[in-house]
T-cell receptor, first 111, second 114 residues
Framework: SQQGEEDPQALSIQEGENATMNCSYK?????LQWYRQNSGRGLVHLIL?????REKHSGRLRVTLDTSKKSSSLLITASRAADTASYFC???????????FGKGTMLLVSP | DGGITQSPKYLFRKEGQNVTLSCEQN?????MYWYRQDPGQGLRLIYY???????QKGDIAEGYSVSREKKESFPLTVTSAQKNPTAFYLC?????????????FGPGTRLTVL
C-alpha cells in the first residue's frame, strides 16, 4: 500500500483564504517532500522537510512535520487562483529504496 | 518541467502493439524514474535507474521494459503484455544515486489504447 495518504481528497476555497492539506504515513522516514501538479502536467517540487525538523517555510508555504503522529501538513496562505492544482506528499522510509507518493489533494481556488 | 523532456505528448496505440516513450534529461542527473498515473490517483513506480546500464523494477514493472544505455536517456517500452496501459506516464530524475532525493519531472506522455 502507498506510504503517504493526503487529506482531504479535494478542497475548494476562495482567493485570499488559507488552504491546509494533511499527509499521514505509516513507517519512519528520513524526509518528507511536497509536490504540486497542474492538470495534465508533470510534478514540481515545492519543499522538503527532514525528520529532525518540525516546521519549514518557503514564501506562502508552511510545512509542519510531526514524527510522533507520522503526519505532515502543508499550509498555503493567501491562496490565489493560480494555486489551483493537485498537491502530493512523498516520503522515503526504511524498507523503501525510492520515494512513495500519496494520492494527492486536489485544490480549487476560486476568484 | 526543468531540463527533462518527454515525447510524444500524446500517444495512441492499438491493442497488441509495443510502444516506446522517450525521456531525455540534460541535468546531468544519475538517477532516472518512470511512473504511471491513473485518474485521481497518485504515482506508481514502474522502473528506476541509479546508474547507466543498470535499472531496477518498481512496484508495477510487469508489461514494461526499459534501457539505460546513456546517462541522459531512459526510454520506456510498453509491451503488449501490459493489459491496461492507458494512463499518464511521467519520467523524473534526481541527483546522485540517492533515490529519495528531490525529483525533477518531465511534462508527461498520455498513452491511450484504442
Amino acid at each position: 500500500s502507498q506510504q503517504g495518504e493526503e487529506d482531504p481528497q479535494a478542497l475548494s476555497i476562495q482567493e485570499g483564504e488559507n488552504a491546509t492539506m494533511n499527509c499521514s504515513y505509516k513507517t519512519s522516514i528520513n524526509n518528507l517532500q511536497w509536490y504540486r501538479q497542474n492538470s495534465g502536467r508533470g510534478l514540481v517540487h515545492l519543499i522538503l522537510i527532514r525528520s529532525n525538523e518540525r516546521e519549514k517555510h518557503s514564501g506562502r508555504l508552511r510545512v509542519t512535520l510531526d514524527t510522533s503522529k507520522k503526519s505532515s501538513s502543508l499550509l498555503i496562505t493567501a491562496s490565489r487562483a493560480a494555486d489551483t492544482a493537485s498537491y502530493f506528499c512523498a516520503t522515503d522510509s526504511s524498507g523503501y529504496s525510492t520515494l512513495t507518493f500519496g494520492k494527492g489533494t486536489m485544490l480549487l481556488v476560486s476568484p | 518541467d526543468g531540463g527533462i523532456t518527454q515525447s510524444p505528448k500524446y500517444l495512441f496505440r492499438k491493442e497488441g502493439q509495443n510502444v516506446t516513450l522517450s525521456c531525455e534529461q540534460n541535468l546531468n542527473h544519475d538517477a532516472m524514474y518512470w511512473y504511471r498515473q491513473d485518474p485521481g490517483q497518485g504515482l506508481r513506480l514502474i522502473y528506476y535507474s541509479q546508474i547507466v546500464n543498470d535499472f531496477q523494477k518498481g512496484d508495477i514493472a510487469e508489461g514494461y521494459s526499459v534501457s539505460r544505455e546513456k546517462k541522459e536517456s531512459f526510454p520506456l517500452t510498453v509491451t503488449s503484455a501490459q493489459k491496461n496501459p492507458t494512463a499518464f506516464y511521467l519520467c523524473a530524475s534526481s541527483w546522485g544515486d540517492r533515490t529519495t532525493d528531490t525529483q525533477y519531472f518531465g511534462p508527461g506522455t498520455r498513452l491511450t489504447v484504442l
